[in-house]
């Protein structure tokens, strides 16, 4: 498993799929809290079949990266995701990302958007000034070792006095919002962030039907058909 060391010494596993003949698009997955690159493995195969390249990646503690560095603010796991787009060259490159990991990803395309060519959110947005998250967090993982639950809460302490609406609007680039229908975002999240963008920037929501927030684990061949789709045409120029 090849691993990008990060300026801190973290290390950052990813794997790197090429497609049998020159890549169309260059694609960037990142999973959410909790998660890793595992969960992309339905996805990965259709995406490829398309002729896509296709990196994914285990964030900073999570998976075969590091699991408790020493740094896990949203400014590392940002720094993290443009090293591997720069490192391994993938830029122009389409982010798509779950939850945190599209968190990351909305961040990576504000902070560095000469990078980002497409961005495709899966349950996430800009909201965050949630105080309860970090008990609700430790509570969903509650059956964890101690020390790994605590790294997984202080991945997500900033969205308990953060948001990132300011960002989110700084934001350029084509924009696919997955929500699922008996997901967790915002009742309002969706069309605030449409209305938070300009009309010229191509921003679009899609709504999977009987999926939650892990729409790409309850409804894989849906989010698959709403991502496909859309690429499809932004390469058309639609």
Request: glycine share 8%; aromatic share 4%; with cysteine.
């Amino acid at each position: 498993m090849p691993h990008l060391t990060a300026p801190d010494g973290t290390k950052i596993a990813y794997e790197d799929h090429l497609p049998p003949r020159a890549p169309d698009r260059t694609i960037l997955l990142l999973h959410g809290l909790a998660g890793d690159r595992a969960e992309w493995s339905d996805l990965i195969p259709r995406l490829l079949a398309d002729g896509h390249r296709v990196v994914a990646y285990d964030a900073r503690a999570h998976g075969a990266s590091t699991r408790r560095p020493a740094d896990v603010t949203r400014a590392a796991h940002v720094a993290d995701g443009v090293a591997l787009v720069e490192e391994l060259g993938l830029a122009p490159v389409t982010l798509v990302g779950q939850s945190l990991g599209g968190h990351t990803a909305l961040l990576v395309a504000a902070a560095q958007p000469h990078l980002v060519r497409s961005l495709i959110l899966i349950e996430a947005g800009p909201a965050g000034r949630n105080p309860e998250l970090p008990s609700l967090i430790a509570s969903w993982l509650a059956d964890w070792h101690p020390a790994d639950r605590a790294v997984m809460v202080a991945c997500v302490a900033e969205l308990a006095t953060d948001d990132h609406w300011r960002e989110w609007s700084a934001v350029r680039c084509p924009t696919l919002l997955v929500e699922g229908a008996n997901g967790t975002m915002g009742p309002t999240e969706p069309s605030d962030m449409l209305a938070r963008r300009r009309p010229d920037d191509d921003v679009r929501h899609v709504v999977v039907p009987d999926a939650g927030h892990d729409v790409h684990l309850d409804r894989p061949e849906q989010l698959y058909e709403a991502i496909a789709g859309y690429l499809n045409d932004l390469n058309a120029g639609r």
